[in-house]
């Protein structure tokens, strides 16, 4: 029902800011509660946030509290992530996750991930 292309990672001094994006190709993506996960690298992939389908509900894991801020745009079919306050633990790959909310919109999608690495 949707795709999703990650962007925006890239290498960032400790310190520094980033923001990432999730676009979806079809705005079925507004059905979808949406996810970013993190995968560093030697690690099991982690949580990091998730959003609802109409943005008014977020979580967070607790390594993400404070410093990541989920966000959407279903006007765009994009998702976002910004974090600031880089630390070198939170390098990684950075994923999109999509989970259907109707028999229309059913199963979970995996956008392919965006690299960050954080320098110290």
């Known amino acids: 029902q949707v795709q999703l292309v990650e962007s925006g990672g890239g290498l960032v001094q400790a310190g520094g800011s980033l923001r990432l994006s999730c676009a979806g190709s079809?705005?079925?993506?507004?059905?979808?509660?949406m996810a970013w996960y993190r995968q560093a690298p030697g690690k099991e992939r982690e949580f990091i946030a998730f959003?609802?389908?109409?943005?008014?509900?977020?979580e967070y894991a607790d390594s993400a509290k404070g410093r990541f801020t989920i966000s959407r745009d279903n006007d765009k079919n994009t998702l976002y992530l910004q974090i600031s306050s880089l630390k070198p633990e939170d390098t990684g790959v950075y994923s999109c996750?999509?989970?259907?909310?109707?028999?229309?919109?059913?199963?979970?999608?995996w956008g392919q991930g965006t690299q960050v690495t954080v320098s110290s």
């Open positions: 996750h999509a989970q259907g909310t109707s028999i229309f919109y059913r199963g979970v999608i």
């Open positions: 079809t705005d079925a993506f507004r059905n979808y509660d």
């Open positions: 959003v609802s389908t109409a943005g008014h509900d977020t």
